[in-house]
């Protein structure tokens, strides 16, 4: 502290509140001296306690006695006006200085952010409990209304009705197709390799290595080539939709889209599903084949399995029920991804940080269908003995 606010604050008047009752209903708060951060500070304990015993229906102020003032009569006055509004008691601020009234007022006409009181109480785990339960249900809600409209916008289509660009849908057939097959090829090898090594282990126990190729076929035919191909393209291409739209719907291109006559949905979201929609089988398809070749890789090189061995066994258990079950999935998997990623990039915000926020919710919404989806077909499969 400087020398003159050490000399500034040993000379002010400490700061004041006097009550009084001039009528019945109403009291009177009588404010004096210097009210100053650094200096001496009133209480609103002395007033809450005679509000509380003996609450008037108004609260006039008499403000003509204070001197110096900052922040600290501020912030006096909104505790007690807190208190004021709790109670149900009207204020008359005529009394207060006229820059102190203007300041309270440009307080009041700027909502406070939810949370930045650091003090602030949180809600129990009840509310918090209500607050996720009904959330989730909105999400359940709006992912069920979009995929009607998306669903009446295909009908359209059919009906030759519906504004779908012939020259985007083909951009999106390359975008998650061809240009996808690197990704997949790599993460496909890896898992088919894995699978079989960690089938090797165990096999290995009974002198059965051979039938690591039986395991590696299966496992990607019916599961893994379905899931991690719709895992890779949830994280790809699923959060690209999302930022695509997200980033579209802060410029208002969407709503521009709206004024001219244009459903977004035809004309943004049906090019995206039609695509990914189609690619998702053959990329699982493709997956597939890349799968088994990386579990001949280790069947060959580390089990002493020749190539003829290993190609006739794969061949002996390979039948089209297995991979059409896990094309077709590929496929469901594929209309997801697409719907979760449109979905969150409509549903973005207006700033650039809520499309970060969309594409990383694109994604988890993305592979929670996903697993959810793959369980259903499981419990589906085996009830029809599949």
């Known amino acids: 502290m400087t020398s003159e606010a050490a000399t500034a604050v040993a000379t002010a008047s400490p700061a004041r509140v006097e009550t009084s009752r001039p009528r019945v209903d109403t009291m009177e708060l009588r404010l004096s001296g210097d009210w100053l951060l650094r200096g001496p500070r009133a209480s609103t304990r002395d007033v809450d306690r005679e509000l509380a015993d003996r609450p008037p229906r108004r609260v006039v102020y008499d403000g003509t006695g204070i001197g110096k003032w900052d922040s600290a009569l501020l912030t006096f ?6 208190s004021l509004h709790a109670a149900k008691i009207r204020s008359d601020r005529a009394g207060l200085p006229e820059g102190v009234q203007r300041l309270m007022t440009l307080a009041e006409a700027v909502p406070e952010k ?13 509310e918090r409990v209500g607050e996720s339960a009904s959330s989730a249900w909105k999400s359940a ?12 916008a295909f009908f359209s289509l059919l009906r030759m009705k ?10 999106f057939v390359q975008n998650t197709g061809i240009e996808a097959l690197g990704i997949v090829s790599l993460i496909s090898f ?31 035919a019916r599961e893994m080539g379905a899931i991690m191909t719709g895992i890779i393209m949830a994280g790809r291409t699923g959060a690209a939709f999302a930022a695509q739209l997200g980033t579209m719907k802060v410029t208002e291109e969407i709503d521009a889209l709206r004024t001219l006559g244009i459903d977004p949905i035809e004309y943004l979201v049906l090019p995206r599903l039609i695509a990914l929609s189609l690619m998702m089988p053959l990329l699982c398809l493709y997956s597939d084949i890349v799968g088994m070749i990386g579990g001949a890789v280790v069947g060959v090189g580390m089990l002493g399995i020749t190539p003829t061995q290993y190609w006739q066994q794969t061949l002996y258990y390979a039948s089209t029920t297995q991979f059409a079950l896990g094309i077709m999935k590929a496929g469901v998997f594929g209309v997801l991804v697409a719907l979760a990623g449109c979905l969150r990039g409509m549903e973005c915000g207006d700033s650039a940080s809520a499309v970060g926020d969309a594409a990383t919710s694109a994604v988890v919404t993305s592979i929670v269908l996903i697993v959810v989806a793959d369980g259903i077909f499981a419990v589906i499969f085996d009830a029809l003995g599949l």
């Open 77 to 82: 006055l909104e505790r007690l006006e807190g």
């Open 190 to 220: 890896l898992v088919g390799l894995i699978l079989a090594f960690v089938g090797a282990v165990q096999l290995k126990q009974f002198g059965a290595t051979i039938y690591v190729a039986n395991l590696v076929e299966i496992g990607m």
């Open 114 to 126: 939810k949370g930045a009181r650091a003090g602030a109480a949180r809600s129990t785990w009840l």
């Open 141 to 152: 809600w709006d992912f069920l209304d979009f995929l009607g409209q998306a669903t009446i």
């Open 162 to 171: 519906a504004r779908v660009p012939l020259a985007d849908v083909l951009l």
